[in-house]
């Protein structure tokens, strides 16, 4: 099992940034896995935001592309989400995941909320 502990989430105004960052327990599933971001909005299905694999593609969700940038830190087990030109839309929980192996690992959760 891993723990995914997810920090960097609040409130800010239309157009500003955010960076939020996960840190898994176990270096293993974190090195092996592909790791990312999901987020879900009250009322909506959980999406897919952005993931980077092991060896660093990243792949972005078209209503992100351009704004959001996914990085990884192996040393650090450390993947983060910076957020740029953020919009009322954006608001949500965001979900750090690691896919490993057929194998969904979960963070609680961070809430961003996107207001003027």
């Known amino acids: 099992q891993v723990q995914l502990v997810e920090s960097g989430g609040g409130r800010v105004q239309p157009g500003g940034s955010l960076r939020l960052s996960c840190t898994a327990s176990?270096?293993?599933?974190?090195?092996?896995?592909?790791t990312g971001w999901y987020r879900q909005a009250p009322g909506k299905e959980r999406e897919l935001v952005a993931y980077?694999?092991?060896?660093?593609?990243?792949n972005y969700a078209e209503f992100v592309k351009d704004r959001f940038t996914v990085s990884r830190d192996n040393a650090k087990n450390t993947v983060a989400l910076q957020m740029n030109s953020l919009k009322a839309e954006d608001t949500a929980s965001y979900y750090c995941?690691?896919?490993?192996?057929?194998?969904?690992?979960w963070g609680q959760g961070t809430q961003v909320t996107v207001s003027s």
């Open positions: 995941n690691i896919q490993l192996s057929s194998r969904d690992f």
């Open positions: 176990t270096t293993v599933i974190f090195r092996l896995g592909t």
């Open positions: 980077i694999t092991p060896g660093g593609t990243t």
